[in-house]
């Protein structure tokens, strides 16, 4: 069996990538051997990760899709707004009919129903694009018509491509029409449909490997109730647009990822992940750790391990959002557009620190004094102010932090949280992943490596190997364990300090790099845009 956090870590390096990657850059990115990524590969499946020929090359394959139905009653699909993962949708996301919401719980549920959980919104995008055919451009009915003539021609804005090809049930070797996505024509359609060179070229692996198995079933007798020229046009549900469907079978395994140092953690009975490991700079973003908390919420879903529950919280000053335990990147950074309507809480710091006194949520005074004692991993409490963090309370009332996303799920925003994974030693000092100890000669994983694996799954246990001795990491129970000689260490998750001056430096110094560059249309004039957020 495929360990889930550590294929959700592989899709995003592929996805990061634009879909697909050479072996060894994926090598490079996962930290892991050949022999290990091949066995990974191989126990994920080609549902998962396709292979090619002569293991040259690797794309990111899902079963995930979005809901293609007007009215959905719900199903197990997304349900999102397909011009806005295309960067296409000019309704503000309160108006639009459809959400633009990754983060909302029925999308967060069905992402980890696909071990997808830690994907950012361009990684999403990247996946669908190449996998979905929901968005893809349609088809030309006359040129799948009988005789195959379009009057139109190249002038035509549909896909002159056979339709059966791109649902994948084509039972013709070769076919009378075309299944290639890459001449002028098709690769014009699909340009001005928003998916580019690189993502066509993958599209075309990705269908040509579908209609090969597809065939081979078909010779087998293996496809059943097989309709070669059913009318596509008349289905049961009114959808936005068609998608074609083709089964994938995938293989199982198991996974073996060495990992370096530290003293290890693992309880027995839970389901374990094998951590890729090696460099330092692995993760799209860097990490910081912090301590396990009753309070915690356990959530795939890319928020920070140390809110506690807000659910009878009221929002604050700055924003009226109930239940959200979210800083707005955009606000702290600069501006956001959406002003009071926002989701997210606006604050000038990355972080806010408030406590419960039985009715709302209110500031905590000195938050800067707060905040530089909590990410100090030896700090279990702040005794002066009678704060507790493991148990998040304040005398005996409830005290929760806010903060901005994690950066391992937004790496191309700035003021995001960089989270730093640390163990205890055995004098009782944290130690910070990735760091190699005195007479050690393999690093632990990086805080970057662990931080992408929680962020995939918080209640995960990952297994990793540094030197001769074999770990457990249990995220849930914050411990290490060393599975030979069960020697069992403490484990701390803890942000980074970034001081009110910090943030001020950080704002002077860079762009507006809080608006990453992929978010608008590259067609679009981008000295255009005002200096603070976008134009509506």
Known sequence: MSDPAV???????LCAQGGRLGLPELQQHAGLSAPQLAETLAAAGPRRFLVLR??????????VRVCARRECGGCERLHL????LMGRCHMRPSSCKYSHDITSA?????????DLSGLSEDELRI?????????????CQFYNKKGGVCMQQNNCNKLHVCRHFLQGDCRFLPCMRSHNLLDDHALRVLETGGIDGKIASNLQIIYDHKHMEFNKELKKGNVHNYKPR???????????????????QTVDSTLHVPSPEGPGSTLPGQRQQQLPTGGKDEGPGSTLPGQRQQQLPTGAGGKDEDKKDDSSAEASKDNKEVNCDEICVFYVWKYCKHKDKCKSVHYHLPYKWEIYDGITWKDLSM????????????????ASRNINFQTMTCSSCPVRRLSTPSSVTKPTFVLTTQWIWYWKNNEGQWTEYGEQGEGDSVDSPSSAILENLYQADPDATISFQAGQHHYNLNFKEMTQTNIAFKTRREVCRRPKFVSSEDVQKIKKGQRDSSIPNQACPSHWDQSALPDLGYKD
């Open 7 to 13: 294929c959700c870590f592989l899709t995003r390096a």
């Open 54 to 63: 002569g293991g040259a090359e690797v794309l990111a394959v899902s079963d």
């Open 81 to 84: 707004c397909k011009l806005n």
């Open 106 to 114: 029925e999308n967060r549920k069905v992402l980890k129903k696909h």
């Open 127 to 139: 996946l669908l694009l190449q996998n979905d055919a929901f968005f893809l451009p349609d088809t």
């Open 230 to 248: 059913g009318n596509y046009l008349k289905q049961a549900v009114v959808t936005r647009n068609k998608e074609p469907k083709v089964p994938l």
């Open 367 to 382: 938050m800067e004094e707060i905040e530089k004692a909590y990410c100090d991993p030896k700090n279990s409490s702040i």
